[in-house]
């Protein structure tokens, strides 16, 4: 997708630059706040990313910051901001000059579920512009190795037999995985325990460890650890199979029919 950009009343735009606060939309969507001066850049930029280190848009990040670097010629640096969804990150950015020296990677939690579900003290909407689609990732129902579980009825089973015992992990308030988690419980009609991390990283941490027995995670965060073995997916929570992952089926074809919850 091409990147997009609002430029100020009266002003023209080189090709080069970008006006106004940016924001990012979609999941996670590449937003900075805007360029005004000519040339850009000639500092390092700051590339913002609401979660823990480890997570699924940190990683995103890391992967290319880099080529970010090299095409602009200058230092791209990832800092981490966590807390309250990625909001933190978000009024951040919101908030920082309109120069397009601070840009966000945001994910469809900060920028779309947030405002909705609460009172945040900006509005991404206004307050920034989006530039690009920068990653597209999914989620895989995840649960520890060393659980007997093989597939989503079986969760679902072992819910209903304890009924709040069983405990899942997410990374937000707002976020994806969290959605995924909350519709899965409604869905099946089970009662279970949700815990809420500032990261996807320390998801994949406590199922590894068994602290948690269930999540919905998103890929990157996981990945590694699934074909080591260290975890095992169950399902993808979208209609369609990942062509990535064409072995692991999805969560309706494993014991909740019409479930769907994409990224």
Not at 1 to 18: H, I, R, Y
Not at 207 to 232: C, N, Q, W
């Amino acid at each position: 997708m091409q990147a997009l950009a609002k430029p100020d009343k009266g002003t023209s735009m080189p090709s080069e630059t970008v006006t106004r606060r940016a924001l990012i939309a979609a999941s996670p969507l590449l937003a900075a706040p805007a360029l005004a001066q000519a040339p850009f850049p000639n500092r390092p930029i700051r590339l913002v990313v609401g979660f823990t280190p480890g997570g699924a848009t940190d990683i995103s990040a890391r992967a290319f910051a880099p080529k970010m670097s090299e095409v602009l010629g200058q230092p791209v640096i990832v800092e981490n901001r966590p807390g309250a969804g990625s909001n933190l990150a978000t009024e951040l950015v919101a908030r920082s000059p309109a120069d397009g020296y601070t840009i966000l990677l945001a994910t469809l939690g900060a920028l779309v579920i947030s405002p909705m579900v609460m009172r945040l003290p900006i509005d991404p909407a206004r307050d920034l512009v989006p530039i690009s689609i920068a990653v597209d990732l999914f989620n895989i129902l995840t649960v520890p190795a060393e659980r007997p579980w093989r597939t989503a009825a079986d969760i679902i089973a072992a819910a209903k037999a304890r009924p709040g015992e069983l405990s899942w992990g997410h990374s937000g308030i707002g976020s994806a995985p969290q959605l995924a988690g909350l519709l899965f419980a409604k869905m099946a009609g089970i009662e279970t325990i949700e815990v809420s991390y500032r990261g996807g990283g320390l998801v994949a941490t406590d199922l590894i460890s068994g602290r948690l027995d269930y999540g919905f995670p998103t890929s990157p965060s996981v990945m590694a650890h699934i074909e080591s073995g260290k975890l095992r997916g169950l399902a993808v929570p979208t209609l369609q199979r990942s062509r990535l992952l064409p072995n692991i089926p999805t969560v309706a074809e494993t014991g909740l029919p019409g479930f769907n919850v994409p990224s």
